[in-house]
């Protein structure tokens, strides 16, 4: 009893928890203007390599840190398809073990949020890569403080290399 068993949320569930947070780049919302709104059930579960979350203002990134964003991982070799983005608020923060339990993930990059805000039982300062439970994390401050920052921009591509080796 003092253990919690891990629970398997099908997708349909885990697509409507985060409905406006998960993106899939291939197929933005035809709705939206911007591409980070669009809802993807393909994302869940899936074999990725590398799970980004950033901290957001409203229900996505803006374009411009979408783009810096991308550009990161273009930099660190990435395809799309190897890396998912989700973009959350302050208070709607994902669960550590109900959301990435889900991913496949060998890398988690967290930009302006810290470890304890989803639940990571370890606590670890910006630009520094840290390994717990076979995942690769690293926590870094928001999108639109790296990229004002040039100094910011050259620790984040340290870790980077480390995380991503050529």
Same mark, same amino acid.
Request: glycine share 2%; with cysteine; proline share 7%.
């Given at each position: ?17 985060? &409905?406006?947070? $998960?993106? %899939?780049?291939?197929?933005? %919302? ?8 669009? =809802?993807?059930?393909?994302? *869940? ?14 229900? *996505?990134?803006? +374009?411009?840190? /979408?783009?810096?964003?991308?550009? =990161?991982?273009?930099?660190?070799? $990435? ?7 989700? *973009?959350? &608020?302050?208070? @709607? ?8 339990? #889900?991913?496949?993930?060998? #890398? ?7 470890? *304890?805000? =989803?639940? /990571?039982?370890?606590?670890?300062? +910006? ?6 439970? @076979?995942? &690769? ?5 928001? $999108? ?6 040039? @100094?910011?921009?050259? #620790? /984040?591509? #340290?870790? /980077?290399?480390? $995380?991503?080796?050529?």
């Amino acid at each position: 009893m003092d253990q919690l068993e891990p629970i398997k949320l099908p997708i349909s569930i885990i697509s409507d928890i985060f &409905r406006n947070c $998960l993106v %899939d780049l291939n197929f933005p %919302d035809s709705s939206s203007d911007n591409p980070a709104t669009a =809802i993807t059930e393909t994302l *869940a579960g899936a074999p990725v390599d590398t799970v980004v979350v950033s901290l957001s203002e409203g229900k *996505a990134l803006p +374009h411009q840190q /979408l783009d810096f964003l991308n550009n =990161i991982m273009k930099a660190c070799k $990435l395809e799309k398809a190897n890396y998912s983005i989700i *973009a959350n &608020r302050q208070d @709607e923060l994902p669960d550590y073990k109900a959301t990435f339990s #889900q991913f496949k993930q060998k #890398q988690l990059i967290l930009f302006g949020i810290s470890p *304890a805000a =989803i639940g /990571l039982p370890i606590n670890f300062p +910006h630009f520094q890569v840290q390994s717990f439970q @076979e995942v &690769r994390y690293l926590a870094a401050p928001k $999108l639109d403080t790296i990229e004002a920052d040039k @100094e910011l921009k050259m #620790q /984040l591509w #340290q870790c /980077l290399k480390q $995380l991503f080796p050529s």
